[in-house]
């Protein structure tokens, strides 16, 4: 991996608008399964890979990110699906480490870990959309 790509945003005048209401939308959608996680009885990391409001948000992000491409709000799409697939990647670590008695602490930690990791990636991205600041992510 090399250094991280930094789009700069400029003032779009506008033509970002509808783009940017749907990458709050998916944001608000992440945030409402990791606030899921935390509210029952359910892991944040779990919420957000199986809940229903972040596979909603994923699809849009397929579905949306050629309208971005080569846009500062390009780096976002990338930042969520990044935190989607890499949440799903240590839920999957988590899972394989249940698998054995002497794993299930491990597994546990990465759980907390990765739910704690997935709050942090939802709340920087939002504020830095907020912002209109681009995320830094890895050269596609």
């Known amino acids: 991996m090399g250094e991280p790509e930094v789009i700069a945003a400029q003032e779009d005048d506008g033509q970002l608008d509808g783009p940017r209401a749907w990458c709050h939308v998916m944001y608000g959608l992440h945030a409402l399964s990791a606030v899921s996680g935390i509210l029952t009885s359910a ?41 989607f697939w890499f949440a799903a990647l240590w839920l999957l670590v988590a899972g394989l480490l249940m698998i054995t ?31 209109r600041r681009a995320m830094p992510v890895p050269a596609a």
Not at 109 to 131: C, E, F, N
């Open 101 to 131: 008695l002497i794993g299930i602490p491990a597994a546990i930690l990465v759980v907390v870990s990765t739910g704690l990791w997935v709050l942090y990636r939802v709340i920087r991205g939002w504020l830095a959309l907020l912002d």
């Open 43 to 83: 892991s944040i990391v779990g919420a957000f890979v199986f809940g229903w409001p972040s596979i909603i948000a994923v699809i849009i992000n397929y579905v949306t990110r050629d309208r971005v491409r080569g846009t500062w709000l390009e780096t976002h799409w990338r930042w969520q699906l990044r935190s």
